[in-house]
């Protein structure tokens, strides 16, 4: 890895990843500081829950209801807010990192100095994953925090399944991070790079949420990336998270490694 490039690309990218960072974290804080007057209603909005049609409940990730503030976050957050920030972290810093550079002829010049092309596409595959993981240590942070300002000892917290859904959100995005690498690793086009990777990470984002709708075509989840994270079944117990996040993280560092390795072999435009 080339420590310079990678203290100087995390300087150009700290503040766009501050910002997903504290967007998420915003977000966070707001379910845990709306969760004290959703508990007053916990029977109401669990028997609506449970009047809704099984697929729209399935689709919203509202399976475990809102008995506890993990079941609450899973739904409202992990359910499908965390998905479309971290979906766009994922399309937008991969571009940057890559592909744009190379659009822009900013690689070129990067390759004149005395490195190796797999250097550089290492060094920006680390910084790629240092800004996802700072984005989930911000957030994984701030519902510590916001557990203390707005909960107390009011209600029941299980902080282990709370840091298993940070982590299962983490390693579904290394996963998903990795394909937008490979993407961009191939591209000229700057543009071109963030249309294919938003196609195939909002493809991947619209079978998972299809398939929940309707038993009938339950099975184009089994196409889609998104149905291995399971918020509902984390905070449940009923996951199987080992085995869950071995297969992210075995995708996830495949598609870095391919990136990184057809980066080192393709030709570049001069």
Same mark, same amino acid.
């Given at each position: 890895?080339?420590?310079?490039?990678?203290?100087?690309?995390? #300087? /150009?990218?700290?503040?766009?990843?501050?910002?997903?960072?504290?967007?998420?974290?915003?977000?966070?804080?707001?379910?845990?500081?709306?969760?004290?007057?959703?508990?007053?209603?916990? #029977?109401?909005?669990?028997?609506?829950?449970?009047?809704?049609?099984?697929?729209?409940?399935?689709?919203?990730?509202?399976?475990?209801?809102?008995?506890?503030?993990?079941?609450?976050?899973?739904?409202?957050?992990?359910?499908?807010?965390?998905?479309?920030?971290?979906? @766009?972290?994922?399309?937008?810093? &991969?571009?940057?990192?890559?592909?744009?550079?190379?659009?822009?002829?900013?690689?070129?010049?990067?390759?004149?100095?005395?490195?190796?092309?797999?250097?550089?596409?290492?060094?920006?595959?680390?910084?790629?994953?240092?800004?996802?993981?700072?984005?989930?240590?911000?957030?994984?942070?701030?519902?510590?925090?916001?557990?203390?300002?707005? @909960?107390?000892?009011?209600?029941?917290?299980?902080?282990?399944?709370? !840091?298993?859904?940070?982590?299962?959100?983490?390693?579904?995005?290394?996963?998903?991070?990795?394909? &937008?690498?490979?993407?961009?690793?191939?591209?000229?086009?700057?543009?071109?790079?963030?249309?294919? /990777?938003?196609?195939?990470?909002?493809?991947?984002?619209?079978?998972?949420?299809?398939?929940?709708?309707?038993?009938? @075509?339950?099975?184009?989840?089994?196409?889609?990336?998104?149905?291995?994270?399971?918020? &509902?079944? !984390?905070?449940?117990?009923?996951?199987?998270?080992?085995?869950?996040?071995?297969?992210?993280?075995?995708?996830?560092?495949?598609?870095?490694?391919?990136? !990184?390795?057809?980066?080192? #072999?393709?030709?570049?435009?001069?």
């Amino acid at each position: 890895m080339n420590f310079s490039l990678y203290k100087q690309m995390m #300087k /150009s990218n700290l503040k766009g990843i501050m910002n997903y960072a504290f967007g998420s974290a915003f977000y966070i804080l707001l379910m845990f500081w709306l969760y004290p007057s959703i508990a007053k209603n916990t #029977k109401t909005l669990n028997d609506l829950v449970k009047s809704l049609p099984a697929g729209m409940v399935n689709a919203f990730n509202l399976q475990s209801g809102y008995g506890s503030i993990e079941a609450f976050i899973s739904g409202e957050y992990y359910g499908l807010i965390i998905l479309i920030i971290l979906s @766009i972290f994922c399309i937008m810093l &991969s571009t940057q990192l890559m592909a744009k550079l190379v659009d822009q002829g900013s690689m070129a010049y990067l390759l004149s100095s005395p490195t190796t092309r797999g250097k550089v596409a290492f060094t920006q595959a680390a910084v790629f994953i240092t800004g996802l993981f700072l984005i989930m240590a911000v957030t994984t942070i701030s519902g510590f925090i916001g557990y203390g300002l707005f @909960i107390g000892d009011k209600y029941d917290f299980n902080a282990s399944r709370f !840091i298993q859904l940070n982590l299962g959100a983490f390693l579904l995005f290394f996963a998903v991070g990795g394909i &937008s690498f490979l993407v961009s690793s191939l591209a000229n086009d700057e543009k071109k790079a963030l249309g294919i /990777s938003g196609i195939i990470t909002f493809g991947f984002f619209s079978l998972d949420l299809l398939g929940k709708l309707s038993e009938k @075509i339950e099975w184009l989840r089994n196409l889609s990336i998104f149905s291995l994270f399971k918020p &509902s079944e !984390i905070v449940n117990g009923n996951a199987d998270f080992a085995q869950v996040s071995f297969i992210l993280l075995i995708i996830g560092l495949v598609f870095f490694g391919m990136g !990184i390795q057809l980066f080192r #072999k393709r030709d570049l435009p001069l």
